[in-house]
């Protein structure tokens, strides 16, 4: 199918076959498919993100139209320029969660998305969510994205730590998930703000190694991501009022 039959507004993502020309039909569909009356400003500052960069559509009609284009010629989309906003990107990252593939063959999707298309938070934490294959390929997934902490990118950096956060918080893991914690040093705010957040859901899942570890690096821990990885374990429903007083009085006075 050549050409993009349109329907009441509507594209059938699934029979299109690929090319750059209906790429920017495509693009003229998300525009239609925008909210019509939203605070797009708002939105962009929640995702930190340049407005110019935004369409303006909701994560429910994202998925969709990832799902749609997941069922049809998804290896010629993926293959194709693109204008660079984030609908774009996020629908890439999203394709990917839909896939029934060899791990083999995703990670080279995986790799191309990390690395050419996650520029902002969400980039990163709704796909990586979604990656319910890593659960059938937790080792071979885990070894790809193992050294991504000693990157210059923060954004594959926060990748590791979400994907940790998201998959890897168990028993056969913890002890490794500690030592990668502990090597991360950075200035960037997502990838601090994404280690107090691992760090903080350890506790809870390994409350006796994580406690250890934050007794035992108190002092040389990054002070800022130390005390926000305590106010993010204090907000927690999950956690004793014993332990959060206990972790009140660990917290570094500046």
Known sequence: MENMETEDKELDLINIDWNQKN??????????????????????????????TCIGLKTPII????????????KNFLKLDINNTYEEKLIRGLVLSYLKL???????????YFEKYVDSWNLCDCPIGSYKFIKKYKKEYFKFIKNFYKSKNPWLI???LVSLL????????????LDIC???????YYV??????????LFVKQREKTLNFLIEKRE????????????????????????KKFLEDLKIKK
């Open 63 to 74: 998925k969709k139209i990832a799902k749609d284009i997941s069922k049809g010629d998804y």
């Open 182 to 188: 502990e090597k991360i040093k950075s200035d960037e």
């Open 166 to 177: 998201s998959y890897y918080t168990d028993d056969e893991y913890i002890d490794i998930v």
């Open 220 to 243: 040389t821990f990054d002070v800022w991501t130390y005390n926000k990885t305590i106010q993010k374990i204090k907000e927690s429903f999950r956690v004793s009022k014993e332990d």
């Open 192 to 201: 601090n703000i994404s280690l107090a957040w691992l760090l903080s859901e």
């Open 158 to 160: 926060r990748i590791e």
């Open 23 to 52: 790429y920017k039909e495509f693009i003229k569909f998300l525009h239609i498919k925008k909210e019509k009356n939203w605070d797009i400003g708002r939105h962009c500052k929640v995702l930190n993100i340049p407005v110019d």
């Open 102 to 112: 060899p791990y083999n063959e995703l990670e080279n999707y995986l790799k191309d």
